[in-house]
C-alpha cells in the first residue's frame, strides 16, 4: 500500500510480558517517528529516526522502551516488562523531510492493551 | 509541562456556520504551526499549516491565523460541513528539527 503500514492493529498482553510494535513507512520517507496516544490526549512524542539513527529519543519514558530501525525503512518499537500504564495507541509516522516542516504522514496505530 | 495547549476539549457547531478552534503555545522556539484532523480508528492527517513568518494561510474552506505575539493560534473551517466532525490537533515544531509536538486535540461535531 502506499500509506504507512502498523502491525498488528491490536495487542492485548499481560502486564510484564514483551511487545513489539512494527512499522513500515512510506517508501522514500527518510524520517520515522513514534508517538504514543492515550485516551483523550494528543499524540505523545517517543522517538524519531532520520534514516537508521535515532535523532530524538528524549520521549521514551525510560529503558523498558526501545525502538530500532536497522535498515532506514521498517521500524519496530519493543516494549519490555509492559505496566498496564502502558496501554494506549503507538502511533507510527513517517515524513519526506523538508517539504512541509511538521508535516507527518500516520499510519492507524497499534492499540496496546495491557491487563 | 504542555507546550501546545488546546484549552477546549469540545465544540459543537451548525452546519453552514463558521467554526473556530483555538491554541496557545509556550516555546518561543516553534517556528511552523500545524492543524491535524482525526477521525476515529484513523491516524491524525495534517490539515494546514502556517509558518511563523505569516499570520495567515489559507486553504479553501480552511484558514488558520496565528498571533506571536499571544502565542496563539486558531483554525477558521467556513462553512462548517458534517464531515469536518472529527478531532483536530494543533501541533508545533521548530523548522530545521523535526520534532512535531502536538496539543490535546478539540473534538468538532458539526450538526446538520
Known amino acids: 500500500g502506499a500509506g504507512v503500514s502498523q502491525t498488528p492493529s491490536n495487542?492485548?498482553?499481560?502486564?510484564?510480558?514483551?511487545?513489539?510494535?512494527r512499522c513500515d513507512p512510506i517508501s522514500g520517507h527518510t524520517a520515522l517517528y513514534w508517538y504514543r496516544q492515550s485516551l483523550g490526549q494528543g499524540p505523545e512524542f517517543l522517538i524519531y529516526f532520520q534514516g537508521t539513527g535515532a535523532a530524538d529519543d528524549s520521549g521514551l519514558p525510560n529503558d523498558r522502551f526501545f525502538a530500532v530501525r536497522p535498515?532506514?525503512?521498517?521500524?519496530?518499537l519493543k516494549i519490555q516488562r509492559t505496566e498496564r500504564g502502558d496501554s494506549a495507541v503507538y502511533l507510527c509516522a513517517s515524513s519526506a523531510g523538508g517539504a512541509v516542516p511538521g508535516e507527518l504522514f500516520f499510519g492507524e496505530g497499534s492499540r496496546l492493551t495491557v491487563l | 509541562d504542555q507546550q501546545v495547549k488546546q484549552n477546549s476539549p469540545s465544540l459543537s457547531v451548525q452546519e453552514g456556520r463558521i467554526s473556530i478552534l483555538n491554541c496557545d503555545y509556550t516555546n518561543s522556539m516553534f517556528d511552523y504551526f500545524l492543524w491535524y484532523k482525526k477521525y476515529p480508528a484513523e491516524g491524525p492527517t495534517f490539515l494546514i499549516s502556517i509558518s511563523s513568518i505569516k499570520d495567515k494561510?489559507?486553504?479553501?474552506?480552511?484558514?488558520?491565523?496565528?498571533?506571536?505575539?499571544a502565542k496563539h493560534l486558531s483554525l477558521h473551517i467556513v462553512p462548517s460541513q458534517p464531515g469536518d466532525s472529527a478531532v483536530y490537533f494543533c501541533a508545533a515544531c521548530s523548522g530545521g528539527y523535526q520534532k512535531v509536538t502536538f496539543g490535546?486535540?478539540?473534538?468538532?461535531q458539526v450538526i446538520p
Not at chain 1, 495487542?11 to 510494535?21: P, Q, R
Not at chain 1, 535498515?71 to 519496530?76: A, D, H, I, N, Y
Not at chain 2, 489559507?58 to 484558514?63: C, H, Q, S, V
Open chain 1, 11 to 21: 495487542k492485548v498482553t499481560e502486564k510484564g510480558k514483551y511487545v513489539e510494535l
Open chain 1, 71 to 76: 535498515e532506514g525503512s521498517v521500524s519496530t
Open chain 2, 57 to 69: 494561510n489559507e486553504d479553501g474552506r480552511f484558514t488558520v491565523f496565528l498571533n506571536k505575539s
Open chain 2, 104 to 108: 490535546t486535540g478539540t473534538k468538532l
